[in-house]
């Protein structure tokens, strides 16, 4: 079983920036691919960015230009460097790993506040 646990989540006022970090526990990571996962509440959980185990990036129209996703294989870590928050980007913030052998795997969540 592969564990992820994530921190850098708190509270900035719009127009600042949060670095969110996932730490894994497996050497799994290096050939998963990673994702961050946004819920806010009473919406659906939804896809803000992910990368793939070479690098490849896919984000959500609404961070793209803002938010860039990261990984380092060696230290099993992604990131999620988040700049100009809005409001709206209020949410609990979920890492997500998904790979051949064990499917997806998830962590418990941060939660990020962006005040007006």
Same mark, same amino acid.
């Given at each position: 079983?592969? @564990?992820?646990?994530?921190s850098g989540?708190?509270?900035?006022? /719009?127009?600042?920036?949060?670095?969110?970090? %996932?730490? /894994?526990?497996?050497?799994?990571?290096?050939?998963?691919?990673m994702g961050?996962?946004? @819920?806010?509440?009473?919406? @659906?959980?939804?896809?803000?960015?992910?990368?793939?185990?070479?690098?490849?990036?896919?984000?959500?129209?609404?961070? !793209?230009?803002?938010?860039?996703?990261?990984?380092?294989?060696?230290?099993?870590?992604?990131?999620?460097?988040?700049?100009?928050? !809005?409001?709206?980007?209020?949410?609990?913030?979920? %890492? !997500?790993?998904?790979?051949?052998?064990?499917?997806d795997y998830?962590?418990?969540?941060?939660?990020?506040?962006?005040?007006?």
């Amino acid at each position: 079983q592969v @564990q992820l646990v994530e921190s850098g989540g708190g509270l900035v006022q /719009a127009g600042g920036s949060l670095r969110l970090s %996932c730490a /894994a526990s497996s050497s799994i990571f290096s050939i998963s691919v990673m994702g961050w996962y946004r @819920q806010a509440p009473g919406k @659906q959980r939804e896809l803000v960015a992910e990368i793939t185990s070479g690098g490849s990036t896919n984000y959500a129209d609404s961070v !793209k230009g803002r938010f860039t996703i990261s990984r380092d294989n060696a230290k099993r870590t992604v990131w999620l460097q988040m700049n100009s928050l !809005k409001p709206e980007d209020t949410a609990g913030y979920y %890492c !997500k790993g998904k790979s051949p052998m064990f499917g997806d795997y998830w962590g418990q969540g941060t939660q990020v506040t962006v005040s007006s």
